[in-house]
């Protein structure tokens, strides 16, 4: 099946369409055999659909329909003695072209390769998908882009940080050889300015189509897991040994450590939220400004059907040409401002958007 629903939804709409498909019939709630059965096409869909399956949108096996009848108000359509049927009389086969009718004629209007509304919507959702690839394909490049950079810009903290973390330990084994404190608290703290540094390295996922980029990759994030691991088993040493000497304040020694560490911490905490409502406040401005300016737009681009009808041209006209603007804005501007309140409600969610995209998009 040609779909772009899950292979589960597709099995479960064919076990429902096996179940319950065809166009059937009920009286007082009682389905009426044998209509709607796959060897019982009563209303002729597939006949139809035999000669001109473009016009002709419904199928027996792929519709699931209900024509409700009751004695009191079609006291006409009998059963017949076997109750397997209708009576052939003239009630039934009135309501089975009238049926029909309503099939060829909603078939015709609304979903066939004749039909002027299903024309109209076809253009307005290729132009929605055409758009929606286009920004799928600047989203791609656009995190290819920026991955790069944040590649480059890792891989050359990461090379300072392991130059600094070799002169590191020259200062630790000299502090750890000593039996002054101050020396080994000042080596301690200058391992825990380290790790602060080192622990905010991290890398995107790697975004496909960047597969060439792979080794250096997982090297630049092996690189940062092994200096991880050093500085840790740095900072693990210094406080044994600081524990070791025994001084006179041990606590007060803790706490002043961990109250540099805090400090540096909330410094980098205020940053983060600092950019972030920053962005957002840019991003509510910018939706502000475009909404606004599209809400002007429609009106400049719909106020001129007004004058035409005045001029003679129809009403029906008119509104059509006035909802194809609502729809052509809704394409370019509604449904991209949809699109980033879905990203932001997602992301107060707590998933991960890098992670989502790569795993439900591929290239």
Not at 145 to 172: G, P
Not at 183 to 194: C, D, I, P, Q, T
Request: charged content about 30%.
């Amino acid at each position: 099946m040609n779909s772009g629903h899950e292979q589960a939804d597709q099995d479960a709409i064919k076990k429902l369409q096996d179940e319950a498909g065809g166009m059937m019939v009920y009286r007082d709630g009682v389905r009426v055999l044998p209509y709607g059965r796959p060897d019982s096409d009563f209303f002729g869909l597939e006949e139809r659909r035999g000669k001109h399956a473009g016009r002709e949108f419904w199928a027996h096996r792929r519709v699931f329909g209900r024509v409700f009848i009751s004695r009191a108000s079609n006291p006409n359509l009998k059963d017949k003695a076997g109750r397997e049927g209708l009576v052939e009389n003239q009630a039934k086969r009135l309501m089975r072209l009238m049926v029909i009718s309503v099939l060829m004629e909603s078939a015709r209007r609304y979903f066939g390769s004749s039909s002027p509304i299903r024309e109209k919507e076809l253009e307005r959702i290729e132009a929605k998908n055409a758009k929606g690839r286009a920004s799928t394909q600047a989203a791609r490049k656009l995190k290819r882009k920026d991955f790069l950079s944040k590649l480059r810009l890792v891989i050359n903290t990461v090379s300072k940080s392991e130059a600094s973390l070799d002169n590191l330990f020259e200062l630790c084994e000299t502090a750890l050889k000593s039996k002054d404190s101050t020396k080994v608290v000042s080596a301690l703290e200058k391992v825990g300015e380290l790790h602060n540094e080192t622990e905010d390295l991290d890398l995107p996922q790697l975004p496909k189509g960047l597969e060439e980029r792979e080794e250096q990759y997982r090297e630049t994030r092996d690189r940062i897991e092994n200096m991880n691991q050093r500085v840790g088993d740095l900072q693990s040493k210094m406080a044994t040994k600081l524990a070791s000497l025994k001084v006179s304040k041990p606590d007060v020694i803790v706490e002043d450590f961990r109250q540099k560490v805090m400090l540096t911490f909330s410094k980098q905490t205020t940053v983060l939220a600092n950019n972030l409502a920053s962005q957002l406040r840019e991003l509510g401005q910018l939706w502000e400004r475009r909404l606004s300016q599209g809400a002007g737009e429609l009106d400049e681009a719909t106020t001129g059907f007004i004058d035409q009808v005045s001029k003679g041209e129809s009403v029906g006209w008119a509104i059509g040409e006035i909802q194809a603007e609502v729809d052509r804005f809704s394409v370019q501007l509604l449904d991209d401002c949809r699109s980033v309140t879905n990203a932001v409600e997602l992301l107060v969610k707590g998933i991960d958007l890098d992670s989502a995209g790569n795993r439900s998009v591929s290239v």
